[in-house]
Structure formats: structure tokens, C-alpha cells
């Protein structure tokens, strides 16, 4: 017979009461949270024009949340900020204004661990702080120490208090949070989830790099794994397939993990949320590790699984009457970056005496990723066509999920492209086709329904949390 120390946590009681605090869900029938990806978004759009934009925005109306992921930054760089050595692959800046413009749109949570949390700095990311806090929107995954930026962010609705997770798998290393030790201060950043990344090889040809690192002039102990080679800080093995492998640092996981219970023991629905954009944008199917990894959030105590990063739509699993989305992608794709720090001028050959924002980011967008077919540029359809994913849950579990197909208007010319309106019938179609393939492999059926798609869960067939 243990020790009451030994129960865990969430089962913990004394006479019937609740001596710690439970991770069930606890939230009134009818709860609903309307969550989309990544919001690349530069200029303010409620006051703009901006046709069809308001037949998006009903879709929100009456949703107890309203979640995306906030991928830049809202500051004056005038006053604050400047831009980093180390960045995200472009300077994300947000006008002031976009605070008040996120709480017009009816954002009331967002997410702000990703590749771009620092683009301008540590004063960059408390400016966007500030301007988030001043009009009310919860936020998490950035804080002045690993601490804040992994702890859970609190709203309330009137169905329930809900709890909000923020990681990121990609990352600039110097965005890192990490905690005080010693007398050595905490370090501001985002809360990370390392993954430690391998390149999967036949094994006939493991072996073969195997010999090539012996040959090279230069010593680095073998890895204690016998099927793994290393070659400076690039490590193989081997598999049967070719392709990428992803091992989370075990120490990040178990804070993560934490953070969800939690979140989820002070909260009556929890929202945990990844900025990953593994294995790279060339692939569809979400990386090895993260399946595994997000049913054991929701196993933690997690409503809601949610990933943003890869840019495109990815499939959706239903774990335990809980939503897994791989991928949401974009609902903003505004590509208005002013200012642009000097070294994306010169990482995209331009010179900033000659050449204007506009025109690095328009080499930027003819810049494409690997496909099995070829590249394809970031000015792509598939970057500009996505989802509003609507959840209604009852009896503390998901009862019906709807997916409204959107398109960021690509062709229209650069200073008006990338804000989101209903996509036309055909076009809704074939999205919803693309996510009904997407998401057979997990069991999810989606069914479309007047350009919706819809995935309903049976109660008797949804399994609940142990």
C-alpha cells in the first residue's frame, strides 16, 4: 500500500473531496472553440476592405474561444525593438494597431511560442505583450523565463474556465527561455520542445557512412547506439524507410506534460498547443514523434491538441472524444514585412540602397520547398487555403467538429492578398477532399456538408479519459 505521496495528483481525494485538483473536463454542454493556424499578419484588416472577410469572421460569433497562432511580432520599431542576427526566416512585425484589431476579429486567446517570438528582440516580445494585455487577449508560451512562458494562461467564459499550453518545436535556438540557477538570472524566450532529429537511411548505406566517418581527419566518439552513425552534429540510422526521425528531450516533455495537468487542474477545458513545422513543409503527414506526444497531452489532462507551422492543412485524429489537428494551416498570409532588417536583405541578395521591403519579400515568396514533385514557392495555393475548425462539445467531450474551407485571396496583388474570405464551392470542395485524405489514415471520417466539412463523434463510441 503506497503512501498518499505516491497517488497521483488528479486522484488524490480525501472523503469524497477533491484535495488537489482533477484533471476532468467540467464545462457546460454547448462549449465551443473555433481555432484556426497561423495568423501571418501585418496591418490591421477590420476597418479595411476587404470583401467577404465578414462571412469568415460570423463563424466565430458565439464561440466561447476563439484561438490562432500570433506568428509576429505588434510593436513600433521606431521605439522598440530591432532586428536579430538569428531570426525566423523573415523580420514578422505587426503595426500597434493589430491589439485592438485581434480583440475586433474576436480573438481571445492566441499563441505566441514559434520561430519568430524574438525576430525583434526581447523588447520586440514584451511589446507584444503589452499590446496583447492592454485589450484583453490571453496569451502564453513567451515570458520573462522558462517558467512564464511554459506556465498556462487562464480565460474565462461563461461555460468554463479555459486553459491555454504554448510550445514550439521550431525555434531560433537563442529564443530558448530557461529558469534562474545559481545566481545566474532566467532567461527571456518561448517555451521549447526540443526534438533531436536524425536522418532515417538504409541500412546498407548506414554502413557506408559509417566508413566514410572513419576515414575523415578528425575524432568524435561513436554513438552508444551501434545502429546510429554521427558525422559532426548530423546523426543517421538506420530504417526502412528514407526520411526524417524526431526523439523529444525527455526533460522539455515532462515540463510540458506538467503544465497541461496543471493548466488543466486550475481550468475546466484545456487548449495545448504546438508551433511545429516538422518534419519541413514538404510533407503533409505530420513527424514521427508528435502523434505519440500529443495523445500523452491529452492523456495529461489536454481538451485539444492543436499544431500550427507547416503552413498547409494536415489530417485530424479524434483521441479520447478530444481533437488532434496536425496542422491548421494559415489564416492570415499577409506578406506586407516593413521594415525588413538588413541581414534578410542580404540572406535574399538585395540591397537595402536599391531594392525595397517589397521586393525581398517577393523573392522570398519564389523561394519553394522540396515536394516529392519539385519545389513549390511559398506563393503556392496550398499556402493560401485552409480551415475554420469549429468545435462543439457535450457531456465534456467532442460531439461535432466543423470545418469551414478558407482562401487568403493569392491573387490579388501583394498589399491586399493574404485575408481570409469563404472559398467559392469548388475550390471548398477540393480542400475538404484533400482533408477527408489527410485524415483517413488516423480512422477520422469527415463528411461534407454544403461546402462544410463535418466530423461527428458518437458519444458510446468515444472513449473517455482513464
Known amino acids: 500500500m503506497g503512501s498518499p505521496e505516491d497517488c497521483h495528483p488528479a486522484i488524490l481525494r480525501e472523503g469524497g473531496f477533491d484535495t488537489v485538483g482533477s484533471i476532468e473536463t467540467n464545462i457546460a454542454d454547448g462549449f465551443t472553440m473555433a481555432a484556426v493556424g497561423d495568423l501571418l499578419y501585418a496591418r490591421p484588416v477590420t476597418k479595411g476592405n476587404h470583401p467577404g472577410l465578414a462571412d469568415v469572421l460570423r463563424i466565430f460569433h458565439g464561440a466561447d474561444v476563439t484561438f490562432g497562432n500570433l506568428e509576429t511580432n505588434i510593436l513600433d520599431v521606431q521605439s522598440k525593438g530591432c532586428p536579430q542576427a538569428e531570426y525566423g526566416g523573415a523580420y514578422l512585425i505587426g503595426a500597434p494597431e493589430l491589439g485592438s484589431d485581434l480583440k475586433a476579429l474576436g480573438f481571445n486567446m492566441v499563441s505566441r511560442a514559434n520561430n519568430h517570438t524574438l ?22 508560451g513567451a515570458g520573462e523565463n522558462l517558467a512564464q512562458a511554459g506556465a498556462a494562461r487562464f480565460l474565462e467564459t461563461a461555460r468554463g474556465r479555459v486553459a491555454l499550453v504554448s510550445f514550439a518545436t521550431t525555434f531560433e535556438p537563442m529564443a530558448r527561455a530557461c529558469d534562474p540557477a545559481g545566481e545566474a538570472p532566467g532567461r527571456p524566450g518561448l517555451n521549447a ?12 548505406m548506414l554502413e557506408k557512412l559509417r566508413q566514410v566517418r572513419e576515414i575523415l581527419p578528425w575524432y568524435a566518439p561513436p554513438p552508444k547506439d551501434a545502429s546510429r552513425v554521427a558525422i559532426g552534429e548530423i546523426v543517421f540510422e538506420a530504417g526502412e524507410k528514407a526520411g526524417y526521425s524526431f526523439k523529444p528531450n525527455p526533460r522539455d516533455v515532462d515540463d510540458i506534460l506538467r503544465n497541461v495537468r496543471r493548466g488543466k487542474q486550475f481550468a475546466d477545458f484545456c487548449i495545448a498547443t504546438n508551433h511545429g513545422h516538422e518534419p519541413e513543409e514538404f510533407t503533409s503527414q505530420p513527424a514521427d514523434y508528435e502523434q505519440t506526444f500529443a495523445r500523452k497531452t491529452i492523456d495529461a489532462g489536454a481538451d485539444a491538441y492543436i499544431n500550427h507551422g507547416p503552413h498547409h492543412v494536415r489530417g485530424i485524429e479524434i483521441y479520447k472524444g478530444r481533437p488532434i489537428f496536425y496542422g491548421l494551416g494559415n489564416f492570415f498570409n499577409q506578406d506586407l514585412r516593413t521594415p525588413v532588417g538588413a541581414d534578410m536583405f ?12 517589397a521586393d525581398v519579400t517577393a523573392h522570398e515568396m519564389a523561394i519553394g520547398y522540396p515536394y516529392p514533385e519539385g519545389f513549390i514557392p511559398l506563393s503556392d495555393a496550398v499556402y493560401y487555403e485552409s480551415i475554420v475548425s469549429v468545435g462543439r462539445f457535450e457531456e465534456n467531450q467532442l460531439a461535432e467538429l466543423r470545418l469551414h474551407p478558407i482562401e487568403l485571396r493569392r491573387s490579388e496583388r501583394l498589399a491586399n492578398r493574404g485575408v481570409p474570405r469563404l472559398a467559392p464551392a469548388p475550390q471548398a470542395k477540393a480542400i475538404l477532399e484533400r482533408l477527408q485524405k489527410l485524415s483517413k489514415p488516423f480512422g477520422t471520417h ?16 468515444a472513449q473517455t479519459r482513464m
Open 346 to 357: 542580404d540572406a535574399h541578395g538585395k540591397d537595402p540602397r536599391v531594392d525595397t521591403d
Open 446 to 461: 469527415i463528411e461534407i456538408e454544403n461546402e462544410v466539412g463535418v466530423i461527428r463523434v458518437r458519444p458510446s463510441s
Open 119 to 140: 525576430d525583434w528582440g526581447v523588447e520586440g516580445m514584451r511589446e507584444t505583450t503589452r499590446a496583447l494585455d492592454e485589450n484583453g487577449i490571453i496569451h502564453a
Open 193 to 204: 520542445l526540443r526534438l533531436a532529429k536524425s536522418i532515417v537511411v538504409p541500412p546498407e
